[in-house]
Every structure is written in structure tokens, then in C-alpha cells.
């Protein structure tokens, strides 16, 4: 099946997860057991089985996987209203991030049936059922489903995304044509919500040094602006076995970006901009 | 608490900076993947072709020119490639210090291959 | 508190996709056909000594498990050929489109079976 947008859910699907034991190179503190089962609501006529990712760090024991029973007929259509139904009906300790509700602030990226996206815009019948609901995948878990994000942040603030200037400022604002302005398209409207960081596999073998496609691709919304005069440094700053070569082209950043954009293309760039001058 | 080290995020993440290279590796792969496209489809088909051959048509078909140089040719793309190409994978898996000795590892078996099949291919074509 | 935070699965839970499927298989076919140059210098080396040791290598690859160790190596190369061509020209920026990605990724599928098989047929043909 050819997949045309990354919001496509392919029903077609010959592996659910990669064959490798369910423990594969987990360490103790990861390790996930069995949660508890929640009761169904009475008199509901249409329930899905939600599975989703638990961790308390009040309590100090390992995460465990909790199983709800989701009235669909008492809940909005999104992925995330059935989070805030759960927390509201079922168990208020149910911990995530939102926001705007509508796919712009990027908050509550998760993994929802093994791919990330958006909870928010994800419609629950696109879900398989039981639905399976972890945090973005590969990241240190405050609780439940709210990951650490300080570690991708810390990579984010390291390609400085703010313009860079040498010449004096001009006495109004930098000019830019509307030919110059269309090269941002694709890269500005990135909302950082790390989908595709969490789902590149270089990121989870090598994250500490790979800078990952979220950064990446905001690393060429700076380079390719007609109005920042730091690319010199920039590219210096990317150049580097791990911080940019770790990308194989996997693409799966392209596959699950929520807003459609396309890292894996954004790191083609860089990469011919550092060939090219050299040769 | 829960982060052991008191460096910040910003510095773990800054860490050994950048290498300010990394181009060179791979663009040899690429080079060498160019080149590795003609020269492995003529193998293969040199090697259909020769399905029924025993030990003196081979070496026949060895001894000639044309063969000898591409034969080499193939020799030196493949290996590069492949030192280059499972240099990356070590990289990718291998965290350990264990790392820099399975590179060397590597790299002198790539190397060593080479050169053995080089001498094996101009034996073969300069025995009288 | 001194429990460490968890980290959420990767591997373990995350989809396979066309996209990832296809990149490790590239990994794993690139090792195998490693493995297949030194078979290639073996054979180099054997026909450089002469026509015995000769006769036992084209002797294992005559029999059944060399069949299959060939067939496999030859289904390792196409795959590796045509995606390692699909590498190529995203490297010159191209092919981006999700719809483009897949389109090649099946398309890289289908050919290496395609050409696998015409390779066999050929190779039974010429044995004939
Ligand atoms: S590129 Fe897409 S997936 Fe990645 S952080 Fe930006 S919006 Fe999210
Ligand atoms: S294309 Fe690069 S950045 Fe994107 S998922 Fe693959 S390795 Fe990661
Ligand atoms: S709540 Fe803002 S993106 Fe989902």
C-alpha cells in the first residue's frame, strides 16, 4: 500500500512489532509489567479497550500497562478525549500533556498503536482495538504519559534557533522576497513535538549524540533563511559523524510527522550543503 | 534526583562538540556505491555466463585482461565499501570501548581480504 | 526519591514500517554481501592454487546448502543494489514525498524478486 500523507493509518500490516523479545536490552527500572483492569461503565453500549502506559514515580515500582473500557458514546471523536474522559469518568491520576486541543502546540504527542502523533487529532476509530497508548517512544517518563523532554530541548538550543546577523542591523526590519520567504515553507511550521525524534531509531541508539530530525530540520529552516548571515557556523556545528551522519535515511521522522513536514528531506539539504562546499 | 550527573543538559548534549568532519566517510561510500553498480552486475553476468565452466575455463576467462582489471576494481570498491559501510553499524551499536578494537578489527580484515584477492587475481593472470 | 526514571519503549513497541523495515534490511543484506566478498576472495584465492582446492569450493557451491547460500546472496545483492540506488537519489534531494518513498520502497520489493528469479532462470539455463 502506497502511503500519500503521513496522517494515513495503513490497515495493511504484515508485523505489529519488530521480533525481538519484549524485554530486548531493557534495563530493570524499564521493564513493564501487568497493571490493573478498570471496570467497564454500566450501561454502555459502545466500549473500546484502551492499554495504556502507567508510571507513578511516587511509588517507586516499575510501569505497568493499565486496561480502561472507554464509552465512546459519553466521548469526543479524538484520541485525546477519550485521555480526558478517562481522567475525568474512570481515574483522575491519569497524567498527560495538552493544550490547544487542535494539533498546534504540540504537547500531546504520543505513541498510539505503535506510531507517534498527535492525541489530539488522531480520531480513536482510527485506533485498533484494544488500543494501545505508551508516551513517545525512547524517552525518560516523568509519569504516565508525560516524557522528559530536556535532553531533545538541550539539542534544540544547541543549533541556536534565532537569527544570526554580522552586518549592522538596516534602519527598518531585513528584508526578505516573497521567493526567499517561500524557502521556509515546510520547516517553520514545525511544532516540536518530537514525533519523529522519539521515532527515529539512530535517535534511540545514539541520541546523546545524534542531534535528531526535529533538531535537524529546524537546523535548515535557520540555514535556508535569506536573512541569517551565520551558516558558516552552522553548518561547522552540524558537520560531524553523529551530530548529522547518524541519519541513515530511515525516514521514519517523514512517515510520522504530525504536521506533515519532512525531516528526512531537510537532512538531505544539509548534507549536499556541506558536500558542496568542498567540492 | 533523578538525573546522577550534575552537568547541565545543555553541556551533555554540547559534549565533545563538533568533529567539524564526518563528509569525507561519507562520500566515500557514495563513490564507492557508484562505482560498486556496474561492477557487480558484470560480475553476476560474467559469472552466469560462466555456470558450466570448470578450473581452465575459469582461469581462461580470468586471464584475460580486461577481466584482471575489472576483477581488481570490484576487489577495492567492495572492500571500501564495506569497511566504510560496517564501520557506521559498529558505531551505531556498539557503545562500549570495545568499539575502537572491533573498527580496527574490521577495517584490517577488510583490508587484508583486499589485498589477498588482489594477489590471488594477478597470480592467476601473470602464472606463465 | 531515588528511583530512576523509566525509559518508554522503542524497539519494543514501535510499528514497523515500510520505511524501517527497509533500512535495517539494507543493514542486514550489507553485512551478509561483506560475507559474500570474502566468500568471492576465497574463491579467487582457491582457482589461484589450482584445480583442487578448486574443485572443493565449486564443489560446496554445487551442493545444497551452497545453493541456497548463493540463492541467498543473490537475493542480498539485488536488494541491497536497488535500495542502495533509492539511497542515492534521495541524496541528491530527491524523492522526498511520502508518496515517492513508498512508491520506491515496493518498487525496490518487487525488482529484487524480479530480478532474483530472472538471475536463477538464467543461471539454470545456461547449466543446461
Ligand atoms: S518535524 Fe514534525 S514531528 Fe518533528 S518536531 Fe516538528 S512537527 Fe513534530
Ligand atoms: S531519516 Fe534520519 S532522522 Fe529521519 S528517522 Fe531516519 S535516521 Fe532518523
Ligand atoms: S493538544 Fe496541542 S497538539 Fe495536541
Same mark, same amino acid.
Given at each position: 500500500?502506497?502511503?500519500?500523507?503521513s496522517?494515513?493509518?495503513?490497515?495493511?500490516?504484515?508485523?505489529k512489532?519488530?521480533?525481538?523479545?519484549?524485554?530486548?536490552?531493557?534495563?530493570?527500572?524499564?521493564?513493564?509489567?501487568?497493571?490493573?483492569?478498570?471496570?467497564?461503565?454500566?450501561?454502555?453500549?459502545?466500549?473500546?479497550?484502551?492499554?495504556?502506559?502507567?508510571? @507513578?514515580?511516587?511509588?517507586?515500582?516499575n510501569?505497568?500497562? @493499565?486496561?480502561?473500557?472507554? !464509552?465512546?458514546?459519553?466521548?469526543?471523536? $479524538?484520541?485525546?478525549?477519550?485521555?480526558?474522559?478517562?481522567?475525568?469518568?474512570? @481515574?483522575?491520576?491519569?497524567?498527560?500533556?495538552?493544550?490547544?486541543?487542535?494539533?498546534? /502546540?504540540?504537547s500531546?504527542?504520543?505513541?498510539?498503536?505503535?506510531?507517534?502523533?498527535?492525541?489530539?487529532t488522531?480520531?480513536?476509530? !482510527?485506533?485498533?482495538?484494544?488500543?494501545?497508548?505508551?508516551?513517545?517512544?525512547?524517552?525518560?517518563?516523568?509519569?504516565?504519559?508525560?516524557?522528559?523532554?530536556?535532553?531533545?530541548?538541550?539539542?534544540?538550543? $544547541?543549533?541556536?534557533?534565532?537569527?544570526?546577523?554580522?552586518?549592522?542591523?538596516?534602519?527598518?526590519?531585513?528584508?526578505?522576497?516573497?521567493?526567499?520567504?517561500?524557502?521556509?515553507?515546510?520547516?517553520?511550521?514545525?511544532?516540536? /513535538?518530537?514525533? /519523529?525524534?522519539?521515532? /527515529?531509531?539512530?535517535?534511540?541508539?545514539?541520541?546523546?549524540?545524534?542531534?535528531?530530525?526535529?533538531?535537524?530540520?529546524?537546523?535548515?529552516?535557520?540555514?535556508?533563511?535569506?536573512?541569517?548571515?551565520?551558516?558558516?557556523?552552522?553548518?561547522?556545528?552540524?558537520?560531524?559523524?553523529?551530530?548529522?551522519?547518524?541519519?541513515?535515511t530511515i525516514?521514519?521522522?517523514t512517515?510520522?510527522?504530525?504536521k506533515?513536514?519532512?525531516?528526512?528531506?531537510?537532512?538531505?539539504?544539509?548534507?549536499?550543503?556541506?558536500?558542496?562546499?568542498?567540492? | 534526583?533523578?538525573?546522577?550527573?550534575?552537568?547541565?543538559?545543555?553541556?551533555?548534549?554540547?559534549?565533545?562538540g563538533?568533529?567539524?568532519?564526518?563528509v569525507?566517510?561519507?562520500?566515500?561510500?557514495?563513490?564507492?556505491?557508484?562505482?560498486?553498480?556496474?561492477?557487480?552486475?558484470?560480475?553476476?553476468?560474467?559469472?552466469?555466463?560462466?555456470?558450466?565452466?570448470?578450473?581452465?575455463?575459469?582461469?581462461?576467462?580470468?586471464?584475460?585482461?580486461?577481466?584482471?582489471?575489472?576483477?581488481?576494481?570490484?576487489l577495492?570498491?567492495?572492500?571500501?565499501?564495506?569497511?566504510?559501510?560496517?564501520?557506521v553499524?559498529?558505531?551505531?551499536?556498539?557503545?562500549?570501548?570495545?568499539?575502537?578494537?572491533?573498527?580496527?578489527?574490521?577495517?584490517?580484515?577488510?583490508?587484508?581480504?583486499?589485498?589477498?584477492?588482489?594477489?590471488?587475481?594477478?597470480?592467476i593472470?601473470?602464472?606463465s | 526519591?531515588?528511583?530512576?526514571?523509566?525509559?518508554?519503549?522503542?524497539?519494543?513497541s514501535?510499528?514497523?514500517?515500510?520505511?524501517?523495515?527497509?533500512?535495517?534490511a539494507?543493514?542486514?543484506?550489507?553485512?551478509?554481501?561483506?560475507?559474500?566478498?570474502?566468500?568471492?576472495?576465497?574463491?579467487?584465492?582457491?582457482?589461484?592454487?589450482?584445480?583442487?582446492?578448486?574443485?572443493?569450493?565449486?564443489?560446496?557451491?554445487?551442493?545444497?546448502?551452497?545453493?541456497?547460500?548463493?540463492?541467498?546472496?543473490?537475493?542480498?545483492?539485488?536488494?541491497?543494489?536497488?535500495?542502495?540506488?533509492?539511497?542515492?537519489?534521495?541524496?541528491?534531494?530527491h524523492?522526498?514525498?511520502?508518496?515517492?518513498?513508498?512508491?520506491?520502497?515496493?518498487?525496490?520489493?518487487?525488482?529484487?524478486?524480479?530480478?532474483?528469479?530472472?538471475?536463477?532462470?538464467?543461471?539454470?539455463?545456461?547449466?543446461?
Amino acid at each position: 500500500m502506497i502511503i500519500h500523507s503521513s496522517d494515513q493509518v495503513s490497515r495493511a500490516r504484515f508485523l505489529k512489532r519488530f521480533p525481538v523479545p519484549k524485554n530486548f536490552g531493557v534495563p530493570a527500572e524499564s521493564r513493564i509489567v501487568q497493571g490493573r483492569t478498570w471496570p467497564a461503565p454500566e450501561g454502555a453500549r459502545r466500549v473500546k479497550v484502551f492499554k495504556i502506559y502507567r508510571y @507513578d514515580p511516587e511509588r517507586g515500582t516499575n510501569p505497568r500497562i @493499565d486496561t480502561f473500557h472507554v !464509552d465512546l458514546d459519553d466521548c469526543g471523536p $479524538m484520541v485525546l478525549d477519550a485521555l480526558i474522559w478517562i481522567k475525568n469518568k474512570v @481515574d483522575s491520576t491519569l497524567t498527560f500533556r495538552r493544550s490547544c486541543r487542535e494539533g498546534v /502546540c504540540g504537547s500531546c504527542a504520543m505513541n498510539m498503536d505503535g506510531t507517534n502523533w498527535l492525541a489530539c487529532t488522531r480520531f480513536i476509530s !482510527d485506533l485498533d482495538a484494544p488500543a494501545v497508548i505508551y508516551p513517545l517512544a525512547n524517552m525518560r517518563i516523568i509519569k504516565d504519559l508525560v516524557p522528559d523532554l530536556t535532553h531533545v530541548f538541550a539539542q534544540y538550543e $544547541m543549533i541556536e534557533p534565532w537569527l544570526h546577523v554580522k552586518t549592522p542591523d538596516p534602519e527598518k526590519e531585513r528584508l526578505q522576497s516573497a521567493e526567499e520567504r517561500k524557502q521556509l515553507d515546510g520547516y517553520y511550521e514545525c511544532i516540536l /513535538c518530537f514525533c /519523529c525524534t522519539s521515532g /527515529c531509531p539512530s535517535h534511540w541508539w545514539n541520541g546523546n549524540r545524534f542531534l535528531g530530525p526535529a533538531t535537524l530540520l529546524q537546523a535548515w529552516r535557520w540555514l535556508t533563511d535569506s536573512r541569517d548571515e551565520g551558516s558558516e557556523e552552522r553548518l561547522d556545528r552540524l558537520e560531524d559523524p553523529f551530530r548529522l551522519y547518524r541519519c541513515h535515511t530511515i525516514l521514519n521522522c517523514t512517515r510520522t510527522c504530525p504536521k506533515g513536514l519532512n525531516p528526512g528531506k531537510a537532512i538531505a539539504e544539509e548534507k549536499k550543503a556541506i558536500l558542496e562546499r568542498r567540492s | 534526583m533523578n538525573r546522577p550527573r550534575m552537568r547541565s543538559p545543555f553541556g551533555s548534549a554540547i559534549w565533545l562538540g563538533s568533529a567539524k568532519t564526518g563528509v569525507e566517510h561519507w562520500w566515500a561510500e557514495r563513490v564507492s556505491a557508484v562505482a560498486l553498480v556496474p561492477l557487480t552486475i558484470w560480475f553476476l553476468a560474467a559469472i552466469i555466463f560462466h555456470t558450466r565452466s570448470d578450473h581452465a575455463g575459469f582461469v581462461a576467462w580470468l586471464r584475460e585482461f580486461p577481466t584482471t582489471i575489472l576483477i581488481i576494481l570490484l576487489l577495492i570498491a567492495l572492500f571500501h565499501h564495506a569497511a566504510l559501510g560496517l564501520q557506521v553499524i559498529v558505531e551505531d551499536y556498539v557503545h562500549s570501548d570495545l568499539k575502537f578494537a572491533v573498527i580496527v578489527g574490521v577495517r584490517l580484515t577488510c583490508f587484508a581480504a583486499a589485498v589477498a584477492g588482489i594477489l590471488a587475481a594477478l597470480q592467476i593472470a601473470l602464472a606463465s | 526519591m531515588t528511583h530512576i526514571r523509566p525509559r518508554s519503549p522503542n524497539i519494543q513497541s514501535y510499528r514497523p514500517q515500510l520505511t524501517s523495515v527497509l533500512s535495517i534490511a539494507n543493514r542486514i543484506t550489507g553485512v551478509v554481501l561483506s560475507l559474500g566478498g570474502v566468500g568471492l576472495v576465497v574463491w579467487l584465492v582457491a582457482a589461484a592454487l589450482g584445480p583442487e582446492p578448486f574443485s572443493v569450493v565449486q564443489g560446496f557451491f554445487a551442493s545444497w546448502p551452497g545453493q541456497i547460500v548463493l540463492f541467498g546472496f543473490t537475493f542480498a545483492f539485488f536488494l541491497h543494489l536497488c535500495g542502495g540506488i533509492r539511497h542515492l537519489v534521495w541524496d541528491t534531494v530527491h524523492g522526498f514525498e511520502l508518496a515517492s518513498i513508498y512508491a520506491s520502497g515496493w518498487a525496490v520489493v518487487a525488482a529484487s524478486i524480479v530480478l532474483t528469479a530472472a538471475t536463477w532462470i538464467a543461471s539454470i539455463f545456461m547449466g543446461a
